[in-house]
């Protein structure tokens, strides 16, 4: 992890998942850089609810991708979504919860950190 990756309390980021291996680098980190079209920022709790929509949505995410190396996600795996995404789930009300510590400052320019607190679960400060 880079000393420069801050959370959205302007504290160092936090792991999202290693277990899967999340994150646009496959780090465990929800950060990004200008090649991250989808801006995967928001580590997330994924719900069964959320894992349909998103598949109705055009991303599966449960169904294992061995060719990329994509083991298919499941509830209460934690992931790097994409701020975008969160925010139309959260306007559909399927928003999963958000562990803030491990969602990367940038998501702040797509959502507000009073929405993301609506979410938050593990939230330390």
């Known amino acids: 992890m880079t000393t420069s990756a801050l959370n959205v309390f302007g504290l160092p980021l936090e792991s999202c998942s290693r277990s899967p291996m999340t994150g646009y680098f496959r780090d ?3 950060r ?15 719900t069964a609810d959320f894992l349909a929509y998103s598949r109705d949505r055009g991303n599966d995410l449960s169904t294992p991708r061995p060719e990329f190396d994509f083991p298919g996600l499941k509830p209460g795996d934690r992931w790097c979504l994409c701020a975008t995404r969160w925010l139309e789930a959260l306007q559909a009300g399927m928003a999963p919860d958000v562990v803030l510590e491990a969602t990367h400052l940038n998501a702040l320019g797509v959502v507000t950190l009073d929405q993301l607190k609506l979410y938050a679960v593990d939230v330390k400060i």
């Open 28 to 30: 465990g980190c929800c």
């Open 32 to 46: 990004s850089d200008p090649t991250d079209r989808g801006l995967h920022v928001v580590c997330v709790v994924l």
